[in-house]
């Protein structure tokens, strides 16, 4: 059956709201030869036409989106500098008076809900139940916040000496960067965002001008990692940096920072596993194993790998193969003939990777993996998949599962951020933590196994920050912290009470959670 774009989703439309929504954050240049609207950036207290446009692709079929102004370094410093004297005068205002301009902000972000997350469809590829869950938990998330702001800061705690400076992956917009910054805002902190280069830019140029409008010294630019970098890290103006990626631009991050005392919190991808061992409940282990394909696994908390006892090897691809089969992946607004407003949308585990080179890339390391020697359990292919005639699929990547990576794969010891799972088989204990311990550090891990007193044992030397007995872990909402161990995170940890005490000061002398050049201190997790 020939599938079309659900009604009203289509991006022409979609990009119509936004712009109509926020006219101010969008530069109309009905003369240029594509006619593509290019996005502004948030500097020095207004929406400003500068910086060299570039075309923006969707990873849902490969078209232009709009165009990103991407700013040289000096017209970042210059933006620096101006968060910088705001960052002072919003240290001064009252806690009552930052709460109800960021809760003014929330109200209009609230009313403009399913917009933020087409936009999130479109650019990043969401489903829309999962695009709207990205939404809901930085609105509602924050909205804790404003309730237990007051308490947080009781202790005498003060905003920093300057702006915090936010550079973070594509892959969650809203409930990773806008909650971070909002919650900021509250700790009296002015903000400063770098928008992500592969996706999210509309969304995130729609919030920040709702944001602005409510009187939040709000700041998002956008440009390359090499020219920014330099500012956005080192600039004395600068409070804080809050970095969100992987390893690579993480340590680079780091090493920016070193002859600095600047306050830093640095997420970092870590080879998450699952460990397999003297398990029986099977049934209850599929249900968390489907939905950890959510997204594609483009999260910093998916499970790739899975450290399986040998004399459960049968019984586990009994259960989890099926599961891989069941994974439902496509066009995110592709329906049939019969559908009309009001249906709901597509119900998917996910549609594409980020883009096609990040596509491409991954193809190429599950081939190299088995050309190394790994055994190809389960590779899907395109085919049947819920596409639209004609459409690109570049993006698009079919779940694959992998048995006994070799040693010098790169699927072996990093995670593949994406649909591709590995199974590495042991037979003793010592073997399962070394097999889940590969990627020196991680934020999340879990056993599967009958005895959770056994569990809580091996737990203990486990190399994640939080580890799960017979369940997924997460980042988590509200009052629950999150970081990482090893190379997985560097600086303050965060979630909870520990983001705000990460983004102030107190006169105590009490040392913060988190992963230091001098010491690793961690909360009950």
């Known amino acids: ?123 990043i590829g969401k489903p829309w139940r999962l695009a709207c869950a990205d939404v809901d938990r930085a609105l509602d998330g924050v909205r804790w916040y404003v309730e237990e702001i007051d308490r947080m800061l009781a202790d005498g705690r003060e905003p920093l000496a300057g702006p915090v400076s936010n550079i973070a992956s594509w892959n969650y917009p809203m409930s990773v960067l806008v909650h971070a910054e909002l919650v900021q805002l509250l700790a009296g902190n002015a903000v400063i965002a770098k928008t992500p280069s592969q996706g999210g830019a509309v969304c995130l140029t729609v919030a920040h001008a709702l944001m602005r409008r409510a009187g939040l010294p709000a700041t998002l630019l956008s440009g390359g990692g090499e020219e920014l970098s330099e500012v956005l890290v080192r600039a004395p103006e600068i409070g804080a940096v809050a970095f969100v990626g992987g390893r690579s631009n993480g340590g680079k991050v780091a090493a920016a920072l070193l002859d600095t005392d600047k306050r830093h919190m640095i997420e970092q991808e870590g080879l998450n596993a699952w460990g397999i061992w003297n398990f029986s409940d099977w049934d209850s282990l599929a249900k968390h194993l489907k939905k950890g394909f959510e997204y594609g696994k483009q999260r910093c908390t998916a499970y790739p790998r899975f450290v399986v006892q040998r004399d459960l090897v049968d019984q586990f691809l009994d259960m989890y193969l099926p599961v891989v089969r069941s994974v439902r992946f496509g066009h995110p607004l592709a329906v049939d003939e019969s559908w009309t407003e009001g249906d709901p949308l597509p119900e998917l585990d996910f549609g594409p990777l980020i883009s096609a080179a990040k596509a491409d890339e991954l193809r190429r390391k599950v081939d190299e993996a088995v050309r190394g020697g790994a055994v190809p359990l389960y590779r899907g292919r395109l085919a049947g998949a819920p596409f639209l005639a004609g459409q690109d699929t570049s993006a698009y990547v079919a779940p694959s599962v992998l048995l006994a990576p070799p040693g010098r794969s790169r699927l072996m010891h990093a995670e593949p951020f994406g649909p591709v799972d590995t199974i590495v088989v042991v037979d003793t204990s010592d073997e399962l933590l070394a097999a889940m311990n590969a990627s020196n550090g991680a934020l999340v891990a879990s056993l599967a196994c009958d005895d959770e007193d056994e569990a809580a044992k091996l737990a203990v030397d486990l190399q994640a920050f939080k580890v799960g007995i017979n369940k997924p872990r997460s980042r988590g909402d509200r009052d629950e912290p999150f970081g990482g161990r090893g190379a997985s995170w560097k600086g303050a940890f965060v979630g909870g009470d520990l983001l705000v005490q990460a983004v102030t000061v107190n006169a105590s002398a009490q040392r913060l959670y988190g992963n230091f050049p001098d010491y690793n201190s961690y909360p009950s997790t």
Do not use: C, I
């Open 1 to 123: 059956m020939a599938l079309r774009l659900a009604d009203g989703t289509a991006w022409p439309e979609t990009l119509a709201r936004a712009v109509r929504t926020t006219p101010e954050a969008f530069d109309l240049d009905p003369g240029r030869p594509d006619d593509t609207v290019t996005l502004r950036n948030l500097v020095e207290g207004a929406w400003q036409s500068v910086g060299t446009p570039s075309p923006v692709r969707t990873p849902v079929d490969n078209a232009v989106l709009v165009n990103l102004a991407r700013l040289d370094a000096e017209s970042a410093r210059a933006a620096v500098g101006y968060a910088s004297a705001e960052h002072r005068d919003w240290a001064e205002t009252p806690l009552a008076d930052r709460k109800a301009r960021v809760v003014e902000a929330l109200d209009e972000l609230t009313v403009h809900r399913d917009l933020l997350a087409l936009l999130l469809v479109w650019e």
